[in-house]
């Protein structure tokens, strides 16, 4: 089967995961598309592959070659976001053959403007898929998906393609973010692996922020205000103290690359009591801390001048920059640009302004960075994957295969 092919079969799957569900899977759809992928790759007389309860897929090729190689893995999720709904019979997604780099007339009567759209002009003479504009598409993640149940037919079909032993898992419930949560690092063996979810094609993230959330409560002292002098603590306005003295410069709508910031999420006060949430978001693990040691100062500073007790700050820490893991493996980054750019396309390795799957991955002791797929607008009615980028996507990981096949270096586990 050809690669648009599956990827046109998977997106007809209903796999929504949705929060607040205790369930796992969230909803039952990304289990009949996980049942669905187990007998798919079973017929291609791979025998290696197991669905456990929890709607995660596991297995693995054996090497072809005698040689002491990393197992290397492959890993994309079977969710999509609960944005939009997925498409339905009469609503299937179509193919625009040879894209001329025009604005795409969705049937919806939305638009997609190359001049609105900069992905659409790497897509100029290729094949692309939208989809009618009432739903999403669902590239991510099915497009990483397809990806690599591709790359595992091919390595079947293909017994003179030498490679090391390869692992692959398509989990549930990545939109949630509990992806992780269940994931079975020892069922999926590998000393390393790429998540192949999202972005561009061409694209290689292994650095993503350090991120944490921040509660600040301010109790605030309320009396009549005509007879409010010398007691009255207006906890709105201490809350508007505590904001000023973050450095306005560093916030989300300024900031870019490396640049990390302070994100107020939430305000809700009057003049008893007021509480904020933040977030925090920086690359480097240094001035991370820092800025958390920074909102516990300016914490203590207005109750010393407010009083003990006045503002409190709790600090949780989320997600880590991956980066401090991959580093000691650079084969990870050096393999991936060398096989993207042997299909043709220059890599790029930017910085995640966000977190990712690998991440936490990366810190259970499997270094995990990503590969960009080759669809975009995800999360939107408005969602295109290139047929093209994926079919490189897919040389991508083989070609990666490839060059693990020979690689006498360290093994992780
Ligand atoms: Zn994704």
Not at 162 to 190: L, R, Y
Not at 260 to 277: A, E, K, P, V, W
Request: proline share 5%; glycine share 10%; net charge negative.
């Amino acid at each position: 089967m050809k690669l648009h092919e599956r990827f046109l079969n998977y997106v007809m799957y209903d796999t929504m995961s949705l929060e607040g569900k205790d369930t796992v899977p969230s909803t039952p759809g990304q289990k009949v598309l996980a049942e669905a992928l187990v007998e798919e790759i079973k017929s291609f007389g791979i025998e290696d592959v197991r669905l456990d309860d929890k709607g995660y897929i596991y297995g693995s090729v054996p090497a072809n070659v005698d040689v002491d190689s990393p197992v290397i893995g492959f890993i994309a999720h079977l969710d999509t976001s609960d944005a939009h709904p997925s498409p339905t019979p009469g609503k299937e997604p179509r193919i625009i053959e040879q894209y001329d780099g025009g604005v795409i007339q969705l049937d919806s009567g939305d638009k997609l403007d190359p001049e609105l759209d900069t992905g659409l002009k790497n897509a100029i003479g290729c094949r692309l898929i939208v989809t009618d504009g009432s739903t999403l598409l669902g590239g991510d993640d099915k497009a990483g998906v397809a990806e690599i149940v591709t790359a595992l037919e091919y390595m079947s079909t293909h017994p003179e393609f030498k490679h090391g032993k390869v692992a692959f898992s398509f989990t549930p419930d990545e939109e949630i973010g509990t992806s992780q949560d269940n994931f079975d690092v020892e069922a999926f063996g590998a000393d390393f692996a790429y998540t192949v979810d999202g972005a561009d094609f061409g694209d290689i993230e292994y650095e993503n922020f350090n991120g944490a959330s921040v509660t600040v409560e301010i109790k605030g002292v309320e009396t009549h205000p005509g007879e409010a002098k010398d007691k009255m603590k207006n906890a709105s306005l201490i809350a508007m103290e505590f904001d000023a003295m973050l450095p306005p410069w560093e916030r989300p709508e300024h900031t870019q690359d490396y640049e990390g910031f302070y994100h107020l999420m939430h305000i809700n006060g009057d003049c008893s009591s007021c509480r904020m949430s933040y977030l925090i978001r920086e690359h480097d693990r240094d001035r991370y801390e820092e800025r958390k040691a920074a909102v516990k100062r300016i914490g203590e500073m207005l109750n010393a001048r407010y009083g003990a007790g006045t503002v409190t700050v709790e600090i949780r820490d989320g997600y880590r920059n991956m980066a401090e893991m991959v580093r000691p493996h650079m084969h990870l980054i050096d393999f991936a640009k060398e096989a993207i750019a042997e299909c043709g396309v220059t890599p790029r390795v930017p910085a995640i302004r966000g977190g990712t799957d690998g991440a936490e991955l990366s810190f259970k002791g499997v270094p995990c960075p990503n590969l960009g797929t080759g669809s975009f607008n995800h999360h939107s009615l408005t969602e295109v994957a290139i047929i093209d980028h994926m079919e490189q996507c897919c040389r991508a990981i083989l070609k990666i295969i490839e060059k693990y096949a020979d690689f006498k270096g360290e093994k992780q586990n």
